[in-house]
């Protein structure tokens, strides 16, 4: 049997300077007052043992040796973090227009090496081909095992996982997204056609403008499932809002926990009683005046980009927001992300598509997350949804 040990203040001591946390007392050990008061002085705690230890992993000689010469190499990787089970790659991913948006997303995906085939359509001859043909000379240096494909003819779509619509005219200054509603609609039926006969399974995301309205348009033409179809738009306002509290503040984006719902225009409501900037709420940073300009600033981020480019809209943020999107479908990214889709009374509203925070699986949205908002934020999502009713003539 082991001798029985009689603890004092001195073995705790020395623990401490060991920098443990926790003394183990074995049976028959004595400890004495003055060791308790001194382990609950230093934080020391006195767990009963005898405690287990955890076990090593064995390795047999020949692999740890194979694996310390590996790492001598100079050909030697670092191995990727493993995503988890959950992460699907996809299939196929296919973009309906190549222009900015579509390009990025493409070059986006290729890197990410997100699915086994990426196809890009245009209408335009040779865009979409040329841009499969870029990417695919990249895979020598990124080494993605994704190839890409380009073509005019939408029938490519056949047989997508996901397919991003991007196509149709994009704004210029001095105009609104409401502008593009009879141009654009014509776009989004035709395609929509295509996809319903040649895609029946496919999860859509619109990006094209105005996207709220849009989103409904291709609802209705190829008479999917809301669940199915989605529009991009709550994850590039919402990033737009953290990056003005970021900036307004003198912190870094990533030290902001923000989110806008509502429409993808003027009628959009970033929600600013769940924003928060290291945890705190924004009036421990900002005042009154400079939370009311970041609202503004995010609201009008899209027109700022287009006033500058003088034509063309942003490319950049929409595609990596569509990323987020995708990566959310095929389990790379979870919890409630901010998109647009076809209401059915969450938050009081039904019958019109609306930015709200909403969970999506490898069947698209999996359910609208109903938060609490302030009644003026309510107001603000229904006023947004009266908006696109009339500007569809709903």
């Known amino acids: 049997m082991a001798k029985s040990r009689v603890i004092g203040s001195e073995h705790i001591d020395d623990a401490r300077q060991r920098g443990r946390i926790v003394f183990e007392v074995l049976p028959g050990d004595i400890v004495t007052d003055l060791a308790r008061e001194t382990a609950v002085r230093l934080g020391i705690k ?21 694996r310390g010469l590996l ?78 494909i380009g ?10 996982d996901v397919i991003v619509v ?56 190829t008479g999917f499932p809301r669940e199915r179809v989605l529009g991009m738009a709550g994850t590039l306002d919402s990033s737009r809002f953290r990056n003005a509290l970021a900036m307004a503040a003198g912190v870094l984006p990533a030290d902001v926990d923000a989110f806008a719902l509502g429409s993808h225009g003027d009628e959009m409501a970033p929600i600013t009683s769940h924003a928060r900037i290291k945890g705190r709420v924004l009036e421990t940073f900002l005042s009154e005046e400079q939370i009311a300009a970041c609202v503004k600033d995010a609201i009008s981020g899209g027109g700022q980009v287009v006033a500058l480019k003088k034509s063309g809209s942003a490319t950049i943020a929409p595609a990596h927001s ?18 647009s889709v076809m209401l059915d009374g969450e938050f009081g509203i039904k019958n019109v598509v609306l930015g709200v925070p909403a ?11 109903e938060i609490k908002l302030t009644d003026n934020e309510t107001g603000a999502l229904h006023a947004a949804a009266d908006a696109i009713r009339n500007r569809l003539g709903l």
């Open 46 to 66: 006195l767990v009963d043992g005898p405690l287990e230890k955890p076990v090593s992993p064995r390795t047999d000689g020949n692999t740890a040796l194979r």
């Open 71 to 148: 790492r001598r190499s100079p050909k030697w990787v670092a191995p990727k973090p493993s995503q988890g089970r959950g992460v699907r790659r996809l299939g196929k991913l296919a973009l309906v227009g190549a222009g900015g948006v579509g390009s990025n997303i493409a070059h986006l995906a290729a890197n990410a090496d997100l699915a086994d085939e990426i196809v890009l359509i245009d209408i335009l001859p040779g865009a979409a081909a040329a841009t499969a043909m870029d990417l695919n000379h990249a895979s020598g240096i990124n080494r993605t095992q994704a190839r890409c």
């Open 151 to 160: 073509g005019e003819d939408l029938a490519l779509v056949s047989g997508a």
């Open 166 to 221: 991007t196509a149709g005219r994009a704004r210029g200054p001095g105009m609104t997204r409401a502008d593009l509603i009879d141009v654009n609609t014509r776009v989004i039926r035709s395609t929509a056609e295509v996809i319903k006969t040649q895609a029946p399974n496919a999860i859509v995301i619109v990006v094209t403008n105005p996207l709220d309205e849009m989103t409904v348009e291709m609802l209705r033409a």
């Open 322 to 339: 569509s990323i987020e999107l995708i990566d959310h479908i095929r389990g790379a990214k979870t919890g409630p992300v901010p998109v």
């Open 359 to 369: 969970h999506l699986g490898q069947n698209g949205l999996v359910k609208v997350e």
